[in-house]
């Protein structure tokens, strides 16, 4: 029998196989599976609720202050907490996305503030990110060809006004890469082509290349259902990766573009390939050593453990879902109809996989792996 004949044979039977295997490994878990044995919390500790663990009772008060103040028409106390991040570009935009959040339920302390202080370049990038935001809630959700007429021409009508706001905020900040983030965001709703796109990115990348929110903005723009193709944006996320400097979560990017594919194309996405898994392996690296209190984290070990787990790496996935500990309200957990449900799957599958490829003994171990995790 010729070689090629004997592998699709081979090929064939496994696929027929692959159901009955898929369903024996979900039995295990649901009625065998004890995640304590592998290092893990029991099922009944798992929580939908977040991604992570909440923020020391220190921040929260601190934003919760921010907030009061801000709605009371104290606009110093919201300048002086953007102030005080210096130059940590990361950190300043996230105080900053707090802020927008705020003015958005009520932003008459930004006009006031914008009023006193009008040279500010935080109260001119804040208004920036506003006007963004608003025109993204006229626009909803959802690919083009889903928003209707209407809402589609008021969404476009907006953007300049943002966009004009955003490059007067770069002139009063001009070390600051938070207006340049606003810039990118806007240029792809704009539908700017590469020449009039690059200089924006390499704006924003002179002041801070290693900015997350800007790289998350630029992946947005490169992914095909904006301005790109799946190739530019899988390379833009595979430069993330090499670029991405010790500390840093920076290569979780790449995750982001698994996502966009997994979305763009269901079940038949590319996100299995050799190439893949090595890159994964590199984001598995650099995210070991990026720092704890990274805000980004949480949620990037939720997709680093289930791609992980898709490419066959089981040890490396088994050990994000240690680190995730309890929590399971993330990607891609909370697209499911039951999240706790596809979490506990999840991890029950690397558990099971990890050593050898194969089930647990179910005979002579039985006593061990008939405890269940809650």
Known sequence: MPRTTAVRMISGVMNLLAPVHKARLERWVRTRFDPTE???VP??????RRAGPPLPAHRIEEMQAVADAAWEGDWRTAASYVDRAGEEWDERWHRLEL????AGQDDDWLVEWRRKDPDNGDAATLHAQLLVHRAWEIRGPGYANQVPAERMRRFKQMLPAAMEAAQHAAG???RDPGPWVVMITTARALNYRGMRFHPLWEGLAERAPHHYSGHWQALQY?????????KQMMDFAERAV???PEGSPLAGIYLHALSELTERHGVVAPVTTARVKGVLTEVDRSLGQARGDARELPRLRHLLAHYLGENGD???ALEQFRLIGPWCGAEPWTDKADPVAAFQLARGIAAAKAANGKLPDTGEGAARWGRTGG
């Open 314 to 316: 089981h040890e490396a």
């Open 38 to 40: 592998y290092g893990m």
């Open 99 to 102: 802020l927008q959040e705020i």
């Open 242 to 244: 090499r670029n991405a």
């Open 43 to 48: 099922a009944a500790m798992l929580d939908p």
């Open 222 to 230: 490169w992914c095909a259902k904006w301005c790109g193709t799946d």
């Open 172 to 174: 009063l900040a001009p």
